[in-house]
């Protein structure tokens, strides 16, 4: 039986269809002529979660966060005042990131599942504002690590309350130059992915969760370890000390340029 032009045209349409659909992506359904495809809901996960991801990376890295929270662990209630700056450190992320999911939601952060004009301009000044405290910093990094100063706080820190070191861990991770920017994107990026709500929280949760690694793994060797812990978080303290300016300034940087590319594609897009 002779197939004609129509019928190889309809099967080719119907094998395209198939391999989209298992691609991750579903015809639209605008019935445009252009053959538009949007990405699954499963797929618009996976998206969004790759978006956040090496902002989360960057929060995660956090010198400064990371010597407070191992010198809160020497004092005698380590065990304590630990896990309330790590619940401090974790309800700052989840509270900016949160209030961003509300901005995006009611501003309209996605039209069309692509993200709007706004989301493009705040990555762009964020991305900007990063790129110039990372040449900040270097520039103001010590010529010798080992002269490297910690924050003069940081010696009354045995002294602090369980409140202020919970109220520690929540500005150190919300109020933080490094951290607010990059979460502030972290919420932009998920709320113009088009998802629903539960499965935005989802993807906000798992920022937090990698975000919070920094923090957290010298929680977790305190706990698990003890008194045996004493010397590798004493390593782990000196390191971050000495190193913090030049790696503070090194993801500023880089993280700036990535959200200045990100901020450039939506507006160009």
Known sequence: MAVGPGDRHDGEEGCARTRDTHAGFKPSDTGSPLG?????????????????????AGVAVSPLPIVAIILILATPQGRL???LFALGW?????????????????GGASTHKHPATWVGALKLALGA????????????????ASQARLP????AIDRFTPVKVLGLGLLLSAANLKNAPLTIAAGASISSAGLPVPQQIGTLAIFVAIA?????APLAVYLVMGGRAKSILGNWRDLAA??????LAVLFFVLGLKLLG?????LAA
Not at 129 to 143: D, E, H, I, T, V
Not at 262 to 266: Q, T
């Open 152 to 155: 003069k706080w940081m010696a």
């Open 90 to 106: 974790v309800l700052g992320l989840a509270a900016l990131g949160a209030i961003m999911l509300a901005v995006g939601g009611t």
């Open 262 to 266: 990100d901020g450039i594609s939506i």
């Open 36 to 56: 538009i495809i949007r990405l699954s809901p499963e797929a618009a996960v996976g998206h969004a979660v790759g978006e956040v991801l090496g902002l989360a």
């Open 129 to 144: 504002l990063l790129a110039l405290f990372g040449a900040r910093q270097w520039q103001r990094r010590p010529k010798d």
């Open 81 to 83: 005042n630990g896990l």
């Open 212 to 216: 919070s690694l920094g923090v957290l």
């Open 242 to 247: 000495q190193h913090n300016v030049a790696v």
